[in-house]
T-cell receptor, first 114, second 114 residues
Framework: DGGITQSPKYLFRKEGQNVTLSCEQN?????MYWYRQDPGQGLRLIYY???????QKGDIAEGYSVSREKKESFPLTVTSAQKNPTAFYLC?????????????FGQGTRLTVV | AQKITQTQPGMFVQEKEAVTLDCTYD???????LFWYKQPSSGEMIFLIY??????QNATEGRYSLNFQKARKSANLVISASQLGDSAMYFC???????????FGKGTTLSVSS
């Protein structure tokens, strides 16, 4: 089945550690996105990528980094510079051609700082 | 700047009743797309319905319809014949002409009771 897979589902991080959240899609979508969701809040854009080896910062990129070495993969690293990383992280992808196509989302990763 | 506003933090409805979730948007783009997503407690984001800015007819998908009033910049979601499984958080989102990433409102929590 085609879809977006995020792993792990739950992740615990000690203060000062970097952690990497995985996002893989087999939908052959061009664009991939990372969003952060805090309780009672909407989704805020962290980074997005439209093509391999290229990505752009979103509204809250500080303390995060990404790479796009393969079309199907868009991992997100939460660095120690991110002071408040506890949140729910959602990865999405979209086919760019065809106009205003919807974005498909993964199941999310819940990150907790311990 | 583009913005989505959802003014109803929570809505309550009885089974089989219809409910309207409000969404207003702000954009200077002439061409844009409006989306509604459902987020159950599991966290996944489920695409419900899409409306293009040039679409003359309101979008419908099964029990979901979008009441699009362009002059008022509103895109309200109407759910007919509510079901218990409709209890979830609902997000309105927009993609403008220039960007490829969706921007989201803060969401409305819908509770359906029997």
């Amino acid at each position: 089945d085609g879809g977006i897979t995020q792993s792990p589902k739950y992740l615990f991080r000690k203060e000062g550690q970097n952690v990497t959240l995985s996002c893989e899609q087999n939908l052959n979508h061009d664009a991939m996105y990372w969003y952060r969701q805090d309780p009672g809040q909407g989704l805020r854009l962290i980074y997005y990528s439209q093509i391999v080896n290229d990505f752009q910062k979103g509204d809250i990129a500080e303390g995060y980094s990404v790479s796009r070495e393969k079309k199907e993969s868009f991992p997100l690293t939460v660095t120690s510079a991110q002071k408040n990383p506890t949140a729910f992280y959602l990865c999405a992808s979209r086919l760019i051609s065809g106009g205003y196509t919807e974005a498909f989302f993964g199941q999310g990763t819940r990150l907790t700082v311990v | 700047a583009q913005k989505i506003t959802q003014t109803q933090p929570g809505m309550f409805v009885q089974e089989k009743e219809a409910v309207t979730l409000d969404c207003t948007y702000d954009t200077s783009d002439q061409s844009y797309g409006l989306f509604w997503y459902k987020q159950p407690s599991s966290g996944e984001m489920i695409f419900l319905i899409y409306q293009g800015s040039y679409d003359e007819q309101n979008a419908t998908e099964g029990r979901y319809s979008l009441n699009f009033q362009k002059a008022r910049k509103s895109a309200n979601l109407v759910i007919s014949a509510s079901q218990l499984g409709d209890s979830a958080m609902y997000f309105c989102a927009m993609r403008g002409q220039a960007g490829t990433a969706l921007i989201f409102g803060k969401g409305t929590t819908l509770s359906v009771s029997s």
